[in-house]
């Protein structure tokens, strides 16, 4: 079964960096598919945060455009968050995502393979 193991949260200043990375293990080989990041903070619904497929294509929320870059390195089979000029607002859980088939979106009901998570804390 396919695993997904986060790491690279903590806690970090305003304005600080960070730059979280999600490990696949497990997996199997398909033409296409989507990894993404996905946040949650207490009390709020998951939102997506940046996702990508194996042919490039990506998306980013607006509330972290500018700031946060994803990039997938298939050969080590992990995927990347680099987030830049972090704020408060962006302390939340952070999940990796993955789904086989489909191309990148931000929908989380879209993805059928999650990690347990990595906590980001932003404090100002």
């Known amino acids: 079964q396919l695993q997904l193991m986060e790491s690279g949260g903590g806690s970090v200043q305003a304005g600080g960096s960070l730059r979280l990375s999600c490990t696949a293990f497990g997996g199997f080989t398909y033409n296409i598919y989507a990894m993404g990041w996905f946040r949650q903070a207490p009390g709020k619904e998951r939102e997506g945060v940046a996702t990508i497929d194996n042919y490039g294509n990506f998306r980013v929320a607006n509330s972290v455009k500018g700031r946060f870059t994803i990039s997938l390195d298939n050969a080590k089979n992990t995927l990347y968050l680099q987030m830049n000029s972090l704020k408060p607002e962006d302390t939340a859980m952070y999940y990796c995502?993955?789904?086989?088939?489909?191309?990148?979106?931000?929908?989380?009901?879209?993805?059928?393979?999650w990690g347990q998570g990595t906590q980001v804390t932003v404090s100002s």
């Open positions: 995502a993955k789904d086989y088939g489909r191309g990148t979106s931000l929908l989380s009901d879209e993805y059928k393979h």
